[in-house]
């Protein structure tokens, strides 16, 4: 009574290490020995429940498929009810004719010599001939991940053939509606350009253009190319209304109006207003803004003439000296970092100090310092040095060859004195 059981590892004498790999000594058994270790009160307390080992049984999970492979007795049993390859079989055991005029054979007759037969199936080359009665199934079973039509003929020809097969994946592809729902967008279709309008403001086109929370409505006329921006708060049909009956009243009535399906081009009371006025209304198809081409293309036009005359610049050149304000990333509490300009790197970097170091940034990372406001230079501080030419006699007109005045400044003069003759007039 109160003795304990420890256990002893295998594999070495006391104070050893055993010479084995580490994922042995991991896995090492142990064995209990007896020994006179005396007990606590803890390891004498009755367990709570009791298990019976021997009623312990390890349970698998299996998980079965819900159709098992087709065997090749299941191919062979086929084959052989099938009229058509029974008769193929028969041919390739016994031989073939020289000539075949039944349609339906033709796609074996082409191959007959490399067809083969193995396990009751036909073979050509290395492909299973399926039957008919298998054929879906085993589309079914290429089309599994949804490949598409060129990596399911590619699995097919190292495996299956009958006649059509490449056919058959094509149709089964394009029926697939997983694969439909995916697909890539069709092909563009060809331009159909409107009809030539004849007069102007026979046909306009119109759309709405939002430009910094700023709603516009854009009319163009399809003749003289002529554009109306009407500026309005909101875009419903009874303010669309409005904007279009003083347009109007200014141009007249056209015959056609072109538009998107925006709500307020087709609510009721927009259309009652075109019915009163006689005008016909097209819709472009939704979700296609190119068949609305002229509106699409005046609201561009309209929208880069206003950003072109938009008061804030992109960006602003900076010059030698200039104070700026350089974007901070090694900082996550101070985004800006106060430095001065040194000198263009090129058209959109320049070399910024900022401290004691000099910085390579980009124009997008700069902003003028406000904060230091330029001194203006003072005018008295300013030493204006005008030069001073000595006084000079200027020789007469009447006598211009004067020797003294020559001789004198002969060597102080660079150009030869200037000749003044007095203009001869006509006595009349």
């Known amino acids: 009574m109160g003795k304990h059981r420890k256990s002893k590892e295998h594999g070495g004498e006391e104070g050893k290490t055993p010479n084995v790999t580490k994922m042995a000594q991991r896995q090492a058994r142990s064995t209990v020995e007896e ?44 084959t052989s009810r099938d009229p058509l390859l029974a008769k193929v079989w028969d041919f390739t055991s016994k031989g073939w004719p020289n000539y075949s005029s039944d349609k339906i054979l033709k796609p ?60 058959d994946i094509e149709i089964f592809v394009s ?11 069709p092909p563009t279709a060809p331009l159909h350009p409107w009809t030539w309008a004849t007069s102007p403001w026979e046909r306009i086109h119109i759309d709405y253009a939002e430009i910094n929370q700023q709603t516009f409505l854009v009319v163009i006329d399809s003749y ?13 049909s009874e303010k669309t209304i409005t904007l279009l009956h003083n347009l109007f009243a ?63 610049q992109r960006y602003k050149d900076f010059y030698p000296g200039d104070k700026v304000l350089v974007r901070d990333f090694r900082h996550s509490g101070r985004l800006w970092s106060p430095g001065t300009i040194c000198h263009r790197r090129g058209p959109l970097t320049y070399e910024v100090q900022i401290g004691n170091r000099h910085i390579h940034v980009h124009v997008e990372h700069l902003v003028p310092d406000k904060s230091v406001s330029p001194v203006p230079p003072s ?41 003044r003759k007095p203009p001869d007039r006509l006595d009349l």
């Open 35 to 78: 020994s006179d270790s005396e007990s606590d009160a803890l390891s004498r307390l009755p367990c709570p429940y009791t298990t019976d080992v021997h009623d312990e049984s390890v349970i698998f999970q299996v998980s079965f498929a819900e159709e098992l492979p087709i065997s090749c007795k299941d191919i062979a049993a086929a």
């Open 108 to 167: 074996y007759f082409e191959k007959r010599d490399e067809l083969s037969i193995d396990q009751g199936c036909l073979l050509w080359g290395i492909r299973v001939v399926i039957p008919p009665k298998y054929r879906q199934r085993l589309l079914h079973e290429l089309h599994e991940g949804h490949p598409g039509v060129n990596r399911m003929k590619a699995r097919a020809r190292g495996y299956l053939w009958w006649p059509g097969l490449d056919q």
């Open 175 to 185: 029926q697939c509606t997983a694969c439909a729902s995916v697909q890539n967008q």
């Open 224 to 236: 003289s190319k002529w554009l109306e921006v009407l500026p309005t708060k909101t875009s419903t």
């Open 250 to 312: 200014s141009y007249g009535l056209p015959k056609e109006l072109v538009s998107d399906n925006g709500p307020q081009f087709t609510s009721q009371e927009f259309q009652y207003f075109l019915q009163q006025n006689g005008i016909k209304h097209k819709l472009t198809p939704p979700y296609h803004p190119a068949s609305n081409g002229a509106a699409e293309r005046a609201v561009q036009t309209f929208k880069k003439a206003w950003m072109k005359h938009s008061v804030a």
């Open 379 to 419: 005018f008295s501080t300013i030493d204006f040095q005008v030069p001073v030419a000595p006084s000079q006699e200027l020789p007469d007109a009447n006598n211009p060859s004067n020797p003294t005045s020559a001789t004198a400044s002969e060597g102080e003069r660079r150009y030869p004195i200037r000749a």
